[in-house]
Every structure is written in structure tokens, then in C-alpha cells.
């Protein structure tokens, strides 16, 4: 495979075309690199990665809580052991030198963003200080005597982040650049100028043989921003002050067109990599949304990109590269783009996990030991917290069986993945399936499970999964027979009329409105067909590709939908749902359904929402009651997953990891 083959970036040679992209972790006190944090990154380097990407490494006093800090000698000794943990297990390591703009928080370290201009951003809705001219200046020897810092420590090269609306780019950007002196204005040369100096003062700094990479979003975007021929063009540039390579992601984080999450097709940006790579004549990584070799190996064999960069994907398996030249593709954990373990983490400044790796960020809490004395270990459910249980139960030796009343696996990773663009929760599904053969975990679906037969088992122990079950609300009318619950909707067990009224606008709620909605659209073949044929102008191929058949309102009791939804998909599943045209009717009540529709109370006022079918998504309960009874009788017993609190896929996978670790 070509991925596996090694690639020069200037001086460095890296063993293999896998480059981890920083990431925020939030593992980090203070700015010092922790134990969590080398860990984490020597498990990844040990996996095989070519080269691991840390930070954003703050290179002043802006920036966010709990990241990596080269702002001062200080940090110096912690970045040390990071760097010689990448070493001794033979890998290479990288700094991405950080500098927000406009993005950073007031609050977090108690001084204003600074920015080209006084322009604030969406994200932060904070005023930034527009540097002055000595300032923009000191700024560049700041990114210098980081990258000095970042050598002198052992980082193998340094990379200047360019991209995602953070400072560079806002100097880049007419939309967040308005300034009329040398460093702006409608004038690309002069916007170009702050990158430049940023890129020619660090080569000075680390002399000419050590690699210098630059990060850049191969189309900002944003109305009005840079595209992938400013972009190019910037790239152009950068090469002539000496870039060993070019590191292209998307755009801003500000865009509303999403970057990483499910809803972006896989790889869908491997063409502004692409772009840039017909610009430059050094390496180009491609990246966004490559969770897989295959996708990987496909990139480079077009030759789109020279490296790909795989961030999440290495959350979610730190060994994807070692298992990929092994030929054991199937063993790998894949990122599935959810969001839930890593980024929302971020958003709510908890430390990186994973949900389908529950390793990822406890390396040093948790060592995986094979079991003490191996157990006939019965697990009751085949949903996500089941299927971990048994799979990591069976990796520490124990004889597993286990127990799904159903005919298929999955348990509710099967419903999140009907609604468009969630289709990835079925490789959730297919790494266990996988899993549960290659360690001999004896499957029996369709076996519902009762206490004499548990007793009859006679497991050394037991995991009760046994999930969750949709509430009905005490209502009036909701037996009635225009009414289903979302659950059978997902399924496709349940049949709905033109108007639908969905009673719950929580994540189930919201994603059933985005898939009846939807219903009646163009799929993306005929649009495709109609686009390369020009048989309808855009706005009509747009107006096709967004207006269903059905006319869906979702009532919610909260004053926003989508509540419970992780802050790094929420938007965006609001966006399709106002795309789809969804109404969302807030901060109100069903009273009654009829076959009218429903009753609502809402700002103190009684009205109908007429409706052929309603739709109950107002949450789910435990089903306990057998487990319950079990964990009386039975002392190894572990409820896990749902089965204690309808809570996130990622806690029942958690649970189940733990249970299995407890064995
Ligand atoms: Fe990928 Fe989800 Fe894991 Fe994040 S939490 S690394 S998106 S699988």
C-alpha cells in the first residue's frame, strides 16, 4: 500500500503517510503537558502513525483552557517527556504553533482577543482589539521564538496553523481584515503579508534544514472569503519562504457547512487538497472526515494528496496504522464522526474521549489485563453497552455468550442510523459483529431471556443490558390510532400521513423530523444527474433537493429544540431541519390528541396543530425490572447502559468497558 511507504517532509523522513492532526485534547493543566497527555500521544505513536500533529500549542497568553502551552520556557520539561514518549516508540512529533484571533475567550484568561480588525466572530460574539503595526510585528517573533522553543524541546518540525478563522486566516480573509495599512485591505498581497512574515520568521529561527508545515482551510467557507484559488495562491507563497508542506482542512469554524461531522460525506474534502497540491511542489496532506485506510490508500493512489491526516480516526483506534500492515483492516475501531466523546467534549471543556474506543484519553488509568480466572460470562443484550461487554469480556479470556431477544444486533445504534447522514452508527454495528466472531463470543439472537433461564446458564457472571424502552406520555388521545412512537417510525414499522405532528424535540425528535421531512426529495444520484445535465437551474435543483412531501412540526416544551444534542452537531441539525422546512413550535404543551391532530398549550394560549399522524419522541425508560430481579439473586451481576439511565451511546459502551474491565 502506498500509505505505508515512506514520504519526506523537507529533512524528515516519516515511515508512513498517516499524520494525526492536532487536536484538542483538554488534557493539559496550565498549560503543562500532563501524564494523560503523553500517554495518550505514546499509545498513537506505538500504533504506528508517521506523524503525530500536537496541540494547537499556545504560542502567547490567548487561547483556551486546558491546552498545550510553548508560550514560555516554563512549559519547556513537560513538552521534553511528550516529545522523547513519540520517540521512544519510534515515531515523529510535531508542534502546531496557536494563535486564535478573534476566537479566544475573554473570560478564560482574562484578556481581549486581538484580531486585524474590530470584528467579532459568530462563535465567541466577543470584541477583539485591532493590533496595531508594532503589534502584528511582535506577533510575528512571537510565532518564532515558539517554533525555537518547539525545536529546541525535540519536536521533530513545527507547523503554523493558517486555517479555520484562527489568526492567520483572519489577516488572509477580506471578510475579517479590514484594515488599510501593509497588512490589509482589499488588497490580497497586503493581507497576505502577516502569513508570510509568520512563516519567513520561523524558517530564520530554525534554520534551514528543520520542517516547517503550515495549516490552511482549503476554501474558508465564508461568503465573501478566501477560496481554494486565494488559497492556492497563499500556499504559492508560503513555499517561496520555505513550507516544507501544506496541511489542508476546510473551512472556518464559523462556516455553515459542516466540517466533521456525519452529515459530511466522507473524504468530501480531499478536493481542496487537491487544488492545492496543483499549486505547490511539496507534500500535501489531505484531510476531514478519512477514517479509514482503504479511503486513505484511495486518496494517495489519485494522487489528490501525498499524506492523509487522520485525527479522530487515531481517537478512535491508536493502533490503525499497525493493523492496517498486519492485513487486519476489520479490527479497526472506526470513527464515526459523532462527535460525542471528542468534540462536544471540547465545547463544554471536559477532557477527549472516544465513543467507540472507551480507552481513548484514560491510557493511564486503565491497564488492560487479561482476566485472573476465566468465567462463563452471559450478557443479556446485544445493544452498544452489551456489545462492548462481551467483546471486551471475551479479549480478556472468558468464555462469553450473549443473549439478544431480537433477530439482529445493535439494539438503538440500529434506529440512530436511519435518519440521512447518520448512516455511520452502522459501523458501530459491523466492528462488533466482527469482533464477537474473532473472539468466539457465542451469539444467540431472537433468545429473550427470563430468571429461570439465566439460572440455568449458571454464569460466573452476568451483564444485564437490556436497555430502554419509549416513554408514552400521560396525554390524552395517545392511544389513538393517528398515533406512533418515533421508534417504530425509525424502524420503519410505522406508517405516517402528510402532516405530522412530532410531540418531543429532543434527538430523536429533531432526527425523525429530518427523515420524514426529507421524504420526496431528490436523492443525491438524480440530482447529480440533473446538475451534470443542466437540466434545472440551482435554485430549482435546491428547492428539489430540500422540499418533501410531508409537512412536519415538532412541539417542543423547552425553549429551543435539539437540547440534548451535542453542541457540535445541535446546529447542524437544526440546519437541516430548517432546510427541510421542519416548524418547530417551542415552549409548548400537548394538552389532547384528537383525530384532528393535537392540542397545544402555548403562550398561554389553546390552539390545534392539525396533523394526520402524531409522532410521540419524549424520551425513554430503563427496562430493568428483570435485571433488577437477576442482581438480587445473582451477586456478579452488571446493569449497564440504558438499562440504568437512558443516557448517550458513549455511556453505554463506557459502562459495558467497565463492567467487562470489573470481571
Ligand atoms: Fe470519532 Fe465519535 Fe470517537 Fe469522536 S467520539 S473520535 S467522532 S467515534
Redesign the pocket.
Known sequence: MKLLTPVRIGTMELKNRVVMPAMHLGYCQAGQVSEKLVEFYRARARGGVGLVMVGGCAIDEHGYGSMIQISDDKFLPGLTKLTQAVHEEGGKIAAQLFQPGRYSYSFLFGVQPVAPSELPSKLTRQMPRALTVEEVKQMVVTFAKAAARAKQVGFDAVEAIGSAGYLISQFLSSVTNLRDDEYGGGDMERRMRFGLEVARAIRQAVGPDYPVLFRVGGNDFMPGGNTNKEIAEFCRRLEAEGVDAFNVTGGWHETTVPQITMAAPRGAFTYLARGIREAVSVPVIACNRINNPELAEQILAEDSADMVGMA?AM??DPALVNKTAAGRTGEIRK?????????DAVFTMKPV?????PL?GRETEIKLQPAAQAKNVLVIGGGPGGLEAACMAAERGHRVTLWEKSPRLGGQLNLASVPPGREEFNTVIDYYGNALNRLGVQVELGKEADLESVKAFGAGAVVLATGAAPIVPPVEGVDGPNVVQAWDVLAGRAVTGKRVAIIGGGAVGCETAVLLAQKGTIDAQTLHFLALNNAEDWETLKQLATRGVKEVTVVEMQKTAGADIGSSSRWVILQEMKRYGVKVIAKAKALRITAEGVLLEAGGEEKLLEADTVVLAVGSRPVKDFAEKVKEQLPAAYLVGDAVTPKKA?DAIYQGFLAACEI
Open positions: 479522530r481517537i478512535a470513527c464515526i464522526g459523532c462527535n460525542q466523546g471528542c468534540l474521549g472516544c465513543l467507540v474506543n481513548a458513549l
